[in-house]
């Protein structure tokens, strides 16, 4: 199993914008959603694709900023 940080975390929840209940996607992330935001706090990328799959079902998902530009694979 991978990790990835929390950051990247809550900045997909943030980039979905309000359309999106924050606090219920960072605690399916299993974060605390009015803690300071850690870089060191990891979640791991499990929970970060369900996050994604859950906000893409929620939103357009060609609206979320992932980008791929510079992946050799």
Known sequence: MGYVTSLFVRKMVAAAGPRVDATALLSLAGLVPNEPWDPKVMVPDTRYYDLIET?????????????????DH
């Open 55 to 71: 906000i893409a079902a929620q939103i357009d998902a060609t609206e979320l900023p992932i980008n791929t530009k510079g992946c």
